[in-house]
């Protein structure tokens, strides 16, 4: 069909080449564009440079129907909606069809955030008792310190800490930051680099800062594992994953005074906006507390 061979294959080009789209992204729009390709095939077989705004809302009404979630019926729209938008551009259209077009409004989901005193009681778990104890705790202890993406942990190179200034080198997406460590993380780490983790390695000319029990680079299944299994061992009924230790580093360090600039700038967050939503974790935080303290609440 045209609107697949032709105008799918020129917007992902231009994903590609001119918007530097990730991976996750062009495969996420694509999803969206072929799924209303399929939909417009069986209602409205036409050419799809005359699709219309009628015909768009009537596939939002069909995706509800569906019991699709509001997250991914606007999701679905804004895929339709840029792609469109690239054909204005192209002169292919001479109006975008999905501008206007109405959905429901996303529930907002705030990101399940540990208690200092459950972050406490998660980094205790790893016993400093053999290689592995050790390993897992200056992982562990890594991660909440600087709030890193788990794909940054296990991308980190031995030469990316540096002990003696506290800090560790993360590279992401093209741009580098340098995120400090309190003196724990330090400590942590330095046992582990000196005296665990040349037991671990494979070969010598492994670079990898985390390796597995086979001494290869730990990879990011393997690190939420051991998440799990902590959580486990620290009967913490929340869901802990990897990013759950990120949202946590982010929320206490605002709620002990850090701007949210600084927080950006540590997080490696592209827009303010990605860092604001801890803020109303914080100020949700404050209600639930007001809630149940205040007297007359």
């Not at 799924?35 to 209602?43: G, N, P, R, T, V």
């Not at 040349?198 to 990011?220: H, K």
């Not at 997080?267 to 303010?272: E, F, K, P």
Request: proline share 3%.
């Amino acid at each position: 069909m045209f609107f697949l061979d032709e105008l799918l294959s020129m917007y992902q080009s231009y994903l590609e080449s001119e918007k530097h789209a990730s991976q996750n992204t062009l495969s996420s729009y694509l999803r969206d564009l072929r799924q209303f390709e399929a939909w417009l095939e069986e209602h409205h077989p036409a050419d799809p440079r005359k699709v219309t705004q009628a015909m768009v809302t009537e596939y939002v009404e069909w995706m509800n129907g569906k019991g699709k979630s509001a997250a991914t019926v606007t999701r679905s729209i804004a895929s339709i909606k840029s792609f469109y938008l690239y054909l204005q551009a192209q002169g292919e259209v001479k109006s975008n069809p999905a501008k206007g077009v109405a959905t429901k409004k996303v529930e907002r989901k705030f990101p399940e955030i540990l208690t200092a005193h459950e972050v406490e009681l998660f980094l205790e778990q790893p016993q400093c008792v053999d290689a592995k104890g050790y390993r897992d705790h200056a992982m562990l202890e890594l991660l909440y310190a600087t709030g890193i993406r788990v794909s940054e942990l296990i991308a980190l190179d031995e030469r990316d800490v540096s002990l003696s200034a506290g800090f560790i080198r993360c590279e992401s997406k093209g741009k580098e930051r340098i995120i400090p460590l309190y003196p724990a993380a330090i400590k942590a780490l330095s046992d582990y680099m000196k005296d665990v983790r040349t037991q671990l390695i494979a070969d010598p000319e492994e670079t990898a800062l985390f390796v597995n029990m086979n001494g290869e680079r730990m990879s990011r299944q393997g690190f939420w594992k051991i998440v799990k299994h902590y959580q486990e061992t620290a009967q913490i009924s929340k869901d802990i994953t990897p990013h759950t230790l990120r949202h946590s580093f982010a929320v206490h360090l605002l709620e002990n005074g850090a701007d949210l600039r600084s927080i950006q700038e540590m997080l490696g967050h592209a827009d303010i906006s990605s860092t604001q939503i801890y803020t109303h974790v914080v100020k949700k935080q404050l209600k639930d507390v007001y809630q149940r303290a205040h007297p007359r609440a």
